[in-house]
């Protein structure tokens, strides 16, 4: 069973720097996985913010920016606000069985 | 705009079937791969398949496999998830969500609520 790890849960400081990774069970993490990144507030629907590695949707802010840390994919929050406390989810395309896995997801604190 | 409306929330007894609508707006629907997401009770995200509605084409993760069916309209550019043989756990919100130019899940539908107990 192919497995995808992110941190459980972080915290920072407001206007600070996080980064949050996400990890695959099968090894390194590349672009060929097309990771995605989402966010979720409670109450909410997810919502897309970054796509195949490092591309940013047209709603996404600046500060957020994706890209590959060693063998995992990353996402990189900069300038912290309070509203980015929120659920992050990563997802990996694996091509074949499965399809797409998503990430247990990092709870961000703001603190 | 992409816009995605799902249908409203149910409440199933164990062993029925559920069938949930997503309603697909603001791009061609045939063009881009759609996905359904369970989210169980305080829980992650979990991918269960996608459907490419130009074919009809579906792959299913292997939790749901024999349980679970993909199909879409395309005369009415919607799509539907129908989970058979339903469990207590499967007690969850549901998402259908759309790729778009490339960007896996971009746009996502309200949730669907599914409550199953006897």
């Known amino acids: 069973q192919t497995v995808v790890t992110q941190e459980p849960s972080l915290t920072v400081s407001p206007g600070g720097t996080v980064t949050l990774t996400c990890a695959s069970s099968t090894g390194a993490v590349t672009s060929s996985y097309f990771p995605s990144w989402f966010q979720q507030k409670p109450g909410q629907a997810p919502r897309a913010l970054i796509y195949n590695t490092r591309n940013r949707h047209s709603w996404t802010p600046a500060r957020f920016s994706g890209s590959l840390l060693g063998d995992k994919a990353a996402l990189t929050l900069s300038g912290v606000q309070p509203e980015d406390e929120a659920d992050y989810y990563c997802?990996?395309?694996?091509?074949?069985?499965?399809?797409?896995?998503f990430g247990g997801g990092t709870k961000l604190t703001v603190l | 705009e992409v816009q995605l409306v799902q249908s409203g929330a149910e409440v199933k007894k164990p062993g029925a079937t559920l069938k949930i609508s997503c309603k697909i707006s603001g791009h061609t629907f045939s063009d881009h791969y759609i996905h359904w997401v369970q989210q169980a009770p305080g829980k992650g995200l979990e991918w269960m398949g996608l459907?490419?509605?130009?074919?009809?084409?579906?792959k299913y993760a292997e939790k749901f496999q024999g349980r679970l069916t993909m199909t879409a309209d395309t005369s009415i550019d919607t799509a539907y998830m129908e989970l058979s043989g339903l469990r207590s756990d499967d007690t969850a919100v549901y998402y259908c969500?759309?790729?778009?130019?490339?960007?896996?899940?971009?746009?996502w539908g309200q949730g669907t609520l599914v409550t199953v107990s006897s």
């Open positions: 969500a759309t790729d778009f130019v490339g960007a896996s899940a971009a746009y």
């Open positions: 459907l490419d509605p130009e074919d009809g084409e579906t």
């Open positions: 997802l990996l395309d694996y091509g074949g069985a499965p399809l797409r896995v």
